[in-house]
């Protein structure tokens, strides 16, 4: 890699670090971190098990990566509070199945339950959703997002193993599922909220 790509990585990185220091007030539940990739026709999904309260680790092996039977095997993750996150995704799956299937119309139907509905307004989640050609995030505001290159994270850990699969797409040949699972390990190693361990790695597309 050049060495003006590496300073480029290391300032970036260095940001996102200062950012997420000062956003956290070190005392609140902290989830977990979800990372998507998509390469060569394969999507996959990794997710990070861990949950700390404060500065004290409450579960190591969460699982929050799901394959959903829906519309051909799409893939669904979430970070936030496990009650709201399981709420938003029922949600979802009865928005899936109205559309038939179709992931993007899916997403935005839900997105426009979540605006108005009063109850869903209060859900602190976000769904990673993705099947073998779209990559879509579900925010917190209600709005689907999908990412300029085909890679989402979120969680405590988010933009470190956003940071880490973006310089992998780049500058590796590894497989999805290979930069999924290396992006939640390096997010470990600096996040403190983040094990380093994926409880799971799922993928769609390709022979999987």
């Not at 990372?35 to 999904?45: E, K, M, P």
């Not at 949600?91 to 935005?108: H, T």
């Not at 209060?122 to 050609?133: F, G, T």
Request: net charge neutral.
């Amino acid at each position: 890699m050049p060495a003006s790509e590496c300073l480029r990585y290391m300032l970036r990185f260095s940001y996102q670090i200062h950012r997420a220091a000062l956003d956290s007030d070190g005392m609140g539940m902290h989830g977990t971190t979800i990372v998507a990739v998509r390469r060569d026709g394969v999507t996959a999904i990794a997710g990070d098990g861990q949950v700390t309260l404060g500065q004290t680790i409450m579960k190591t092996g969460a699982v929050k990566v799901r394959r959903l039977e829906q519309g051909g095997g799409i893939l669904v993750g979430f970070a936030g509070a496990v009650a709201d996150a399981l709420t938003l995704l029922e949600k979802f799956e009865g928005a899936l199945s109205g559309a038939k299937g179709n992931l993007q119309r899916a997403a935005i139907e839900t997105a426009k339950l979540w605006r108005t509905d009063r109850v869903l307004r209060n859900l602190e989640a976000m769904l990673v959703l993705a099947d073998r050609d779209t990559l879509l995030l579900l925010s917190g505001s209600g709005e689907v997002l999908s990412p300029d290159e085909p890679v989402i994270a979120v969680g405590s850990g988010g933009p470190y193993a956003l940071t880490a699969a973006k310089a992998l797409l780049r500058h590796s040949s590894l497989s999805a599922p290979e930069i999924a699972e290396q992006a939640i390990r390096l997010a470990g190693e600096i996040d403190l909220y983040t094990s380093g361990q994926p409880t799971q790695v799922l993928s769609v597309g390709g022979a999987s």
